[in-house]
């Protein structure tokens, strides 16, 4: 499952699990994409953060992974990388790609277009009421489901940090609390940790403490 | 926040959440409707589960309550009663009554319905595209809002279960298990809880584990 995951939300968490399920998979691998330091006029948050909240989000489902192979690939992510390195490291395995389904027409202008449907079984999955324009798209190779809790955004998570509101249930507890304790999608934060991401470590939580909601709050829900 | 919570799931918690947020509301009390043995011709799961799975998934929020009290009154629910009752133990209170918006239009059809806007604001929530039929409802003391999350629906969850497909994400962790391990919305074991039910207590461990899910894969994501 490829995305930015920038927060991870439980619309994505909900649309792996159905996938798994009704394509009876045995495994989620969540491959949060690299730098792509401008994206859609915004800047991304650093891969770290992101790589990290996803672990945090599907820490409690074995069936669920997260891969650093695009975070860690240097230069732009292309997916047709991904699918190669994983179609080597899992020789036997049939790979389904799955990723908003926005995203997929974007898929035809990569590299490597052509080879990529040979590779794996594309999934897109969309929110109610999103239509899927299919021009250019295969006939064959390519699925689409509607999954109702990707009504949830990331662009609308980090919104309402910014304007200082609850993510509560939107997003695992647990990415709620990573969140607040790195101070994430705060105007004011953002260039301490861009600082730390290119140590290619966590946040200096020493220097973002003092963003950071106080313990108790951060523990419960606000 | 009234509501049959037949499961309670994520967006009745993000709407919670948000309209706290929102109208700057010190707590929400969530209301467990009593019992309705047939609702859109359907059976009503008992009350004791509705409130208990209400109580574990609000059980982290100290803003976050759940009220005992439309289950423990005899006879058909009715929200005049709650608000009078909620008037009376919380003298100074503004009140606010949070529920589905298409609930709304019902609410004039019950019983003392013009006492109703003197006692509480009334707020609606809605999904993402879905309209409100405002005939008949009062130019003020009444606020919609959308909340996307709330495209998660109950009746999606109860079909998932029913399907054996997983509820992971839809609902908070501590509901998908209890939900196994009493076997909700199993048709075979419906009678089972009912019978438990009637008792005033959970439902019988003993008789319902055979269809409940084994303890490892009720811990983890499936």
Request: charged share 25%; glycine share 8%.
């Amino acid at each position: 499952m490829g995305g930015t995951f920038d927060p991870v939300h439980h619309g994505h968490l909900v649309s792996a699990s159905e996938v798994m399920e009704s394509f009876s998979l045995d495994e989620v691998i969540f491959v949060p994409t690299g730098e792509q330091p401008f994206k859609e006029h915004r800047r991304v948050t650093p891969a770290e953060h992101r790589y990290l909240m996803t672990v945090v989000a599907t820490a409690s489902n074995p069936r669920f992974t997260v891969s650093r192979m695009e975070i860690d690939r240097p230069g732009k992510s292309y997916t047709i990388d991904t699918l190669r390195e994983l179609k080597r490291q899992l020789p036997g395995a049939d790979l389904f790609f799955i990723t908003g389904a926005d995203v997929l027409p974007q898929i035809l202008t990569w590299k490597d277009a052509d080879e990529l449907w040979s590779l794996a079984h594309f999934i897109g999955v969309t929110r109610p009421g999103h239509t899927l324009d299919r021009t250019g798209l295969p006939e064959t190779g390519l699925s689409l489901l509607e999954v109702p809790a990707m009504a949830i955004s990331s662009t609308d998570c980090r919104a309402r940090v910014v304007d200082g509101k609850p993510v509560w249930y939107l997003v695992p507890d647990g990415v709620v609390q990573y969140i607040a304790k790195h101070g994430l999608y705060r105007p004011e934060t953002a260039r301490v940790d861009d600082v730390a991401e290119r140590r290619g470590r966590a946040a200096n939580e020493g220097t973002t403490a003092r963003t950071a909601l106080p313990p108790r709050a951060v523990g419960a829900g606000q």
